[in-house]
């Protein structure tokens, strides 16, 4: 059984920085994909964030201060994020594509972390 735990959620002034972390344990022989999603109060979910082994890609609102990575050895999905408005408040969720032992690969989601910027 594979979970995905994310962690780093909290309260921070605009203008600051914040460090998301998606933590992935079980049966796990890689996470080959994630994505980070956001749901703004009263918006839809909406994808800001992707990375693969080869790229990374980021919705129009948070490129350039936004950063997604990947810890293969901790199987752990990391998003930086820099220059925060009040905008980038709401609940942050991973996904991710995990490669189990058995090869096969398999689509999990994380509970969610919520973090506030504060104007």
């Known amino acids: 059984q594979v979970q995905l735990v994310e962690s780093g959620g909290g309260l921070v002034q605009a203008g600051g920085s914040l460090r998301l972390s998606c933590a992935a344990s079980?049966?796990?022989?890689?996470?080959?994909?994630a994505d980070w999603y956001r749901q703004a109060p009263g918006k839809r979910r909406e994808l800001i964030a992707s990375i693969t082994s080869e790229r990374t890609n980021y919705a129009d609102s948070v490129k350039g201060r936004f950063t997604i990575s990947k810890d293969n050895a901790k199987n752990t999905v990391y998003l930086q994020m820099n220059s925060l408005k009040s905008e980038d408040t709401g609940v942050y969720s991973c996904n991710a594509i995990v490669e189990e032992p058995s090869r096969l690969t398999f689509s999990y989601w994380g509970q969610g972390t919520q973090f506030t910027v504060s104007s």
């Open positions: 079980g049966s796990i022989l890689s996470i080959n994909a």
